[in-house]
């Protein structure tokens, strides 16, 4: 269809969950490529200095001059030479590494410290469709930029016991970033990840979930499978690793269901 007439503004979405490996980064990236794969210009923010993101995409966070961190806390440094252009597929990349881990303490002494990644992100807005964030495994500073910065989150769940453990937490935090600095914030969906179909234990799991949030689950659910570990491994998203496979699926049909329900926004 033909491009919208006027300036684009991209949707910014950030994929939270305090809890560590439970797909943050692997939604993220494969979301990400699954939208790009549909015409969508697609920036993807590596907000978690263990930099997971950045290498899924390839890049080697050991050797970046300039980070998201250098963004994040000093002046004059020009995001074009920040951004990265991943070349296995169509999205462009703010990379991340360790770097960032500083950016926690430094970001508590900021002039208003909660709103520089969205202040960031404003700027870029026009050059994309959506902005991905991939959030930290906390609910520190980081991740309150993160929300501050966002229109809509996606609250990845793992499949597995206390896997509702802590979302309380999260969406108290959301609450209070929407209450005090982002009233447009809105969750897009709580996505099932790690889904083991021959087990009882995933189904119920999934059905307390859904049970508990209802129609903001996602119909979309994540299967456990090795092709993710894998195509971490070959710094790619599934979408290119192995474009066919049920998890490649998966992530396109979640990339339509995410694209709906931010255009019903
Ligand atoms: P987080 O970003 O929340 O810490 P990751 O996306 O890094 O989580 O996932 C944690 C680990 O689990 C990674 O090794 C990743 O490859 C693997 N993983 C993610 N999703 C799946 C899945 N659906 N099936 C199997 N392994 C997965
Ligand atoms: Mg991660």
Redesign the pocket.
Known sequence: SAPAPGPKRATILAVC?Q?????????SINLGAALAETGRRVLMVDF?PQG?LTVGLGINPHALELSVYNLLLQRNVDVDEVIVESDTDDVDVLPANIDLSAAEVQLVSEVAREMILSRLLDRLRDRYDVILI?AP?SLGLLTINALTAADGVII?LECEYFALRGVALLTDTISKVQERLNPDLEIVGILG??FDSRTLHSREVLQRVVEAFGDIVFHTV?????K??ET?AAGEPITSYAGTSP?ARAYRTLAREVLARCHAR
């Open positions: 969950n809890k560590g490996g439970v797909g943050k980064t692997t939604t978690d997971s991939d495994p990845p990840t790690m994540i299967k456990r499978t090795v993710f570990p971490s998890g």
